[in-house]
């Protein structure tokens, strides 16, 4: 009897281990591709794989930084200021109802970025990327009134529309980035699916969401 017991219990700690892990995974998932990142990952790889690679470092340096405090810093940190001030944690946050304001609080950042971009006359192919940020954080508001779509495939797609977009402009074969991201995007979205997160729908409206503006965005704005 005892050892039936101990047995059990040596189980749930290895079923239990086994999830703490995965989730820890999905986690770390997550934060890589969390939307607020991609234009920066953009930005990189703009700077890594064209002709923009023989910029000196400290135009890359002055581009990174207006960039990562717009699209990363000033979001983040007025959507923490918000979720303070209503004394809510990040998963009531995350509720379809309570999302409206942060993306209004993200398009206004991606806004300023825009017109700090204009008045430094910076070329069309950076300015579009921030652009096509703010198309999918105002899409994905929109769709948000009727389902809580996932912004982590939005910045999965976007990230891929991004890659398909760019290889048409710059001359770079983006094929094994392309086959990297989209494993990346499936494992994100089965995760998501998993722990109840999003269902089905609500990942894949977020995924051509993103694809669809970043390749509008891009290409045609």
Known sequence: MMEAEEKEHITEEIKTGKKSG???A????SALFHPFLVPLYAYVLLFSFTYLNIMPIQYVAFVLSIVITFTIIAPMLFISLYKWMNKWNWKELSERKKRLIPYVLTMMSLTTCLITMHNMHFPHYFSSIIMASFACAMLCMVLNFRWRVSIHLAGCGMFIGGLLSYSLLFPFNPVW???GFILLSG??????ISYHQHTLLEVFLGFIAGMFCSIIGILFI
């Open 26 to 29: 999905a986690n770390l998932l």
């Open 22 to 24: 995965q989730e820890t």
């Open 187 to 192: 494992i994100q979205g089965t995760a998501r």
């Open 177 to 179: 980035w392309l086959c």
